[in-house]
C-alpha cells in the first residue's frame, strides 16, 4: 500500500505564490507518472499538472505558464509551483501517482487527501 501527504496549501492574495509537495511512502513500490488535480466549488475535479518518470511536464492550458511541476524520485516527492495565483485557482489540490507495488504486476493509481488553496483578498 502506498500513502500520499501533501503539504503547502493555504491562503494567498492574488498574484502570489505557494508551493505545495507530495510525498509517498509505505511498502517497496516504483512510481510512474506523478501529478496534481484540483476540484473548485462546484467543479469536477481536473488535471492541472503531471510529470513522467523520464521528466515529460503535462499542464492545462490554465495554469501553462503560471505553474511548474517537478519531482525528486530520491525522496519519492512530487512538488507544484503555482505563481501568479488567481481566485480561480482557488480549490483543493490533489496529488495523483502511478505506482506499481512491490510483487505486482499492475499500475495501481493512489490518491491523497488533498490540500485546500484559497486565493483571495
Known amino acids: 500500500q502506498v500513502q500520499l501527504v501533501e503539504s503547502g496549501g493555504g491562503l494567498v492574495q492574488p498574484g502570489g505564490s505557494l508551493r505545495l509537495s507530495c510525498t509517498a511512502s509505505?511498502?517497496?513500490?516504483?512510481?510512474?507518472?506523478m501529478g496534481w488535480y484540483r476540484q473548485g466549488p462546484g467543479n469536477q475535479r481536473e488535471l492541472v499538472a503531471d510529470?513522467?518518470?523520464?521528466?515529460?511536464?503535462n499542464y492545462a492550458d490554465s495554469v501553462r505558464g503560471r505553474f511548474s511541476i517537478s519531482r525528486d524520485d530520491a525522496k519519492n516527492t512530487v512538488y507544484l509551483q503555482m505563481n501568479s495565483l488567481k481566485p480561480e485557482d482557488t480549490a483543493v489540490y490533489y496529488c495523483?501517482?502511478?505506482?506499481?507495488?512491490?510483487?505486482?504486476?499492475?499500475?495501481?493509481?493512489?490518491w491523497g487527501r488533498g490540500t485546500q488553496v484559497t486565493v483571495s483578498l
Open positions: 495523483n501517482i502511478g505506482a506499481v507495488p512491490s510483487g505486482s504486476l499492475y499500475l495501481m493509481n493512489y
Open positions: 509505505g511498502n517497496s513500490f516504483s512510481i510512474s507518472t
Open positions: 510529470i513522467t518518470s523520464v521528466g515529460s511536464t
